[in-house]
């Protein structure tokens, strides 16, 4: 997920997170470059120690503090009940084993007033795409990392307890069956 486009998608999404921040599934930490003054403390979630070594390379470009945590996401998060102010989830929840119980971790730490901010592949709202992607994502997970195409991301948010403010559904250059994305702004029901 590293090239033009979803460098641009980056650069439209991350710079409206603010104050104490959790990204889940940080990895190399390519959204680092794109968060602004406007937040004071990253916590950086990822299982991948090989890839948050990556990420604090690039976290010198980071104004605040960032913390890493070597976890899954739905193992608890050590963080207080209410204390985040953004949540950030970009090309992750297609991969996490249990999304519904990661969902709900981001869910307990998020503030009353706080935002989820995704990017996100998964389901095409087009049957004959998504007929593909159900019949891909045995063999794409195996070669993938655990990456589901078919996984419905705004219902899983929905689920999840979220309420859905802003969305955009879209593919991105490439083949459709691994290319379509959901692209918004949650927050709590």
Not at 14 to 26: D, F, R, T, Y
């Amino acid at each position: 997920m590293r090239n033009a486009d979803t460098s641009q998608l980056r650069a439209t999404s991350i710079p409206q997170a603010h104050g104490e921040v959790l990204e889940v599934g940080i990895g190399s930490g390519l959204n680092l470059p794109f968060y602004t003054a406007a937040v004071s403390h990253i916590f950086g979630l990822d299982p991948s120690i090989e890839l948050q070594q990556m990420a604090r390379k690039r976290a010198t470009t980071v104004p605040g503090k960032i913390t890493f945590v070597s976890q899954s996401a739905e193992q608890p998060i050590p963080l207080v009940n209410a204390s985040i102010d953004t949540v950030v989830s970009t090309w992750t929840l297609c991969s996490i084993p249990n999304v519904s119980a990661a969902l709900q971790e981001m869910k307990r730490v998020l503030k009353a007033t706080g935002r989820f901010i995704f990017i996100e592949h998964g389901c095409s709202a087009d049957p004959g795409v998504a007929l593909w992607q159900n019949r891909l994502t045995p063999s794409w997970r195996h070669i993938t990392g655990g990456c589901h195409l078919n996984r419905k991301i705004d219902d899983l948010i929905r689920g999840a307890g979220f309420q859905i403010m802003e969305i955009k559904t879209f593919y991105l250059p490439g083949p459709r069956p691994m290319t379509y994305t959901y692209q918004g702004i949650a927050s709590l029901a």
